[in-house]
């Protein structure tokens, strides 16, 4: 809310007088997509972003708002524009339901947000310009860094030609890892020139209301004061962090407390002087005064505060631990001191051991031991290799080699009973279409016979088609296999003890029996049935339908998800895995990733678990190669500077 008023007072300052450009930065999760919302209340406002379903989900919101609304996806005229009931201005009354009827959409004069996708922009600009003044309409362009992480790309192009083609005169760019202004400077120069007089106004926000530990392969929680034994490259670090704040909310908490403690009572650092009061003591004061404590400490001393607090640094998901308290907070209590209270968690003390010793795993096995550390809500594993991590899953659930062989034969019986009804009903759309001839010699292809009936071939298909759907056998898994039911913890959790707010799915026999009626792989119905769903581009559309609904209800245990999933998507997720194979990835798209988890609830457990320790380096330093920036700088400055090669090589000709 104070983002949105700071942004309309910034453009009723401006919108009469002076162009604008705006670096909208925050977290995610804190409600940037909305923003076009408020902001429609005096402008007219053009939404675009890459991913469409982003642009969906604020559609949504709007009409619920009964905000007028208009759609551009695909457009390549005006003629493609859709206008929502609420914006209709030119349309007919239905005389048997008395609402609308057939739309006019060529009329847009009430739209308040029209939504858009990268293609259809300049389309869409033309069609509000044909409504409105330029100098009350914002492009509200969001997560321009999406696509901005390759090298080339299909979409890179279009967003060249939106730019230099753009004639609105405000513009917003949203999103959580824009570069900084400094690094889009470029892009700044560029707009003045296109926009004389333009001015460029910075909005940043963080949110330090939640702690969401970050965790390295061995389950261990992860801190700048954890990642540098030289005190010159802990400074960096530090001074990196406090430039980038939106990083605060992955600091934890307890560990930040143990860190100052240990601190205070060997007389390294007085942390008194850093508060005024008790009331100062907030947990975002906290983490901003753990910034300058980094950048304060003796640089003789850090050497052996380095090394104690790394040797006695505890891992989180070590089995041996657990006992029978039911908060993480109480970890800190019976290990740090007393400083936090909380009802609901996993981890405890050391006090009662497992009377056999258990491998530490780094809490990466969700389907069997590590499962009762995914706490409060789904979990997201992002990767590259979907089916890899997928299949890992499913050998490591430990089912019944019988009961999998079992399971497997009913699979395959009902994918062969699909293949037939497939074919069945490819014969049924073959004989119920008829051909006919255009005036012009082409075919036109009619779906319905004239009769309105099936011919008596496609009737006893049809029945067949029943017959062996009668016969696909609905595939279940005992509890047992299913992460955190009861039977499950029985098997799995030390000493037996029952993690009261540990998260499992809640799929229901409707949804199995609706998967195991497509004609999917059958890797996916076996995941399905242990509660894992996953995000691709699948062949069938259904699945996906399927998939996404649950997650919105988290129904899920958990999602396995490619990086091209992690914009725009608002499910909530408690953890999360950044695979192995996103090494690659540049430094903002992590940080996307990381977004994924924690978007909702504060009074939660969260954790994000990196499968690779040097991914984690990479998060607290200055990107050395920044691909995005390189990317919205290229794609922007290049049509200025075609057109300044173009005048300078007019007046090299006029003076020869």
Known sequence: EILENKINTLY?????????????????????????????????????????HIGMALAKSAISMEKKVAFGFGCNSASDVRLHYFSAVDYTINKRSGGIGKVDHSNGRNVEIMIC????????????????????????????????????????????????????????????????????????????????????????????????????????????????????EISKCARFCLENKTLLRYFDLREIIRFIQYLQTNNYYDITNSFKSVEDVTMNSLKQAYLDILLEIDESDWKNIYEYLVNTRVKRFDPNTLTKTTSVQDVASSRYGKELTRTTSVFGSSNELSKEPVKNTGGLLATTSDAYTFTDGPTIYLTDNIDKIGQFYIQQSKIDPILFDKIMKKIESNKVLLEKIEKYEEKIEANETTNTSNTDGSVKTSQTRESGRMSNESEKLAYEINRLRKQIKLVNLDASYIPNT?????????????????????????????????????????????????????????????????????????????????????????????????????????????????????QQDYTIRFRDNDMLLRLFHKSTNNLEVINMCYRTILATINQTLSIRSILHTKRI
């Not at 695979?579 to 994924?596: C, N, P, V």
Request: neutral net charge; hydrophobic residues 35%; charged residues 20%.
């Open 486 to 602: 009861k039977p499950h913890q029985d098997k799995w959790v030390p000493n037996k003890q029952i993690v009261e707010n540990a998260f499992t799915a809640d799929i229901g026999e409707s949804n199995i029996e609706e998967i195991m009626h497509l004609n999917i792989e059958n890797n996916y119905k076996v995941l399905l049935l242990l509660g894992i769903g996953t995000f691709k581009l699948h062949k069938n559309a259904r699945y996906m339908e399927i998939m996404k609904s649950l997650a919105d209800q988290q129904k899920l245990f958990m999602i396995i998800a490619s990086t091209d999933y992690i914009y725009g998507t608002n499910y909530q997720f408690c953890h999360g895995f950044i695979g192995k194979d996103l090494m690659q990835s540049t430094q903002q798209k992590i940080y996307q990733a990381m977004g994924r988890i924690g978007r909702n609830n504060i």
């Open 117 to 232: 996708d990268v293609q259809s922009y300049i389309t869409c600009m033309h069609y509000m310009l044909a409504f409105n003044n330029s100098e009350n309409i914002i492009t509200y362009w969001d997560e321009p860094t999406i696509t901005m992480d390759y090298e080339s790309h299909n979409v890179h192009p279009l967003i060249h030609r939106n730019w230099k083609e753009n004639k609105i005169p405000h513009l917003v760019l949203s999103c959580a890892t824009l570069p900084s202004e400094n690094e889009l400077s470029n892009v700044y120069q560029d707009f003045r020139m296109k926009f004389e007089d333009a001015e460029l106004h910075n909005i940043t926000s963080y949110d330090c209301k939640k702690s969401i530990p970050i965790m390295d392969k061995d389950g261990q929680c992860v801190l700048p004061h954890y990642l540098h034994s030289d005190y010159s």
């Open 12 to 52: 009723s300052q401006y919108r009469t007088k002076k162009p604008c450009l705006v670096l909208y930065t925050a977290p995610t999760g804190t409600g940037k997509t909305l923003t076009p919302i408020g902001l429609s209340k005096d402008h007219r406002i053009i939404f675009v972003c890459v991913a469409r």
